[in-house]
């Protein structure tokens, strides 16, 4: 699978159950908080034929969900909860199969608080 193959089919899962997606790369006005950010992360290519075809592709997809700065965590967590359990192991998505999917610890920035999910996944 090409990576915006990778990115667009976790994207619609996601885009199912949360519509306020920020994507890499797009210019666009930020919608209400909470919103969420796609992040593109790892990604390795594997082909142990010799004479190539029978790889797959194996990385992760950061999605962070992003709040209100100093309004408390809990809906922050529960909103990254929500994601995660949207990405259970084994779930297939086409030729994408999730293998893990967590929350990360959560931090502040100037302006906001974020708490990244990671979705690790493999594609042939």
Do not use: C
């Not at 949207?86 to 998505?93: S, Y």
């Amino acid at each position: 699978m090409t990576p915006s193959g990778i990115q667009n089919a976790i994207g619609q899962h996601l885009l199912a159950a949360f519509p306020r997606i920020v994507w890499p790369n797009r210019t666009t006005p930020l919608p209400a908080r909470p919103y969420l950010v796609m992040q593109n992360a790892a990604r390795s290519d594997t082909d142990r034929a010799l004479a190539g075809g029978k790889g797959y592709s194996e990385g992760r997809q950061i999605v962070v969900v992003v709040a209100d700065l100093n309004a408390f965590a809990t809906s922050a967590d529960d909103l990254a909860a929500t994601i995660r359990a949207r990405f259970p192991r084994a779930l297939r998505l086409g030729r994408l199969t999730i293998v893990r999917s967590q929350v990360l610890p959560g931090y502040t920035t100037d302006t906001d608080y974020r708490v990244p999910v990671s979705i690790d996944w493999i594609a042939v």
